[in-house]
Nanobody
Framework: QVQLVESGGGLVPPGGSLRLSCKASGRAFTRYTVAWFRQISGSEREFVAG????????HYANSVKGRFTISRDNAKNTVYLQMDSLKAEDTAVYYCAADQRIITSAVRVPSQYDYWGQGTQVTVSS
């Protein structure tokens, strides 16, 4: 079992930056594919970014490419999402997810992940 706890959300003006953290506990995180998703109330959960442990590949939604960066610190069992040049449309609840067996074509699919955090709210507004 893996428990995930997100932190770092908050209110930021357009153009600002935030760094989200996702701390894992329960099992070593090294061989887990990890991802960030986001959800606006009433909408489906949307893929944001992912890191696949087996080949160290990173994957991004087109809407965040060049602005967001996913990284991980295995020694700290933590995954980060650095978000720069934030826009109002980035406002959502952000969730981290993890799973041991994700093929590349499934990195963006929320139903493929067994473990989820509780979410952290990000609001981009002036």
């Amino acid at each position: 079992q893996v428990q995930l706890v997100e932190s770092g959300g908050g209110l930021v003006p357009p153009g600002g930056s935030l760094r989200l953290s996702c701390k894992a506990s329960g099992r070593a995180f090294t061989r887990y594919t990890v991802a960030w998703f986001r959800q606006i109330s009433g909408s489906e959960r949307e893929f944001v970014a992912g890191h696949k442990w087996s080949d160290s590949s990173t994957h991004y939604a087109n809407s965040v490419k060049g602005r967001f960066t996913i990284s991980r610190d295995n020694a700290k069992n933590t995954v980060y999402l650095q978000m720069d040049s934030l826009k109002a449309e980035d406002t959502a609840v952000y969730y981290c997810a993890a799973d041991q067996r994700i093929i590349t074509s499934a990195v963006r699919v929320p139903s493929q992940y067994d473990y989820w955090g509780q979410g952290t709210q990000v609001t981009v507004s002036s």
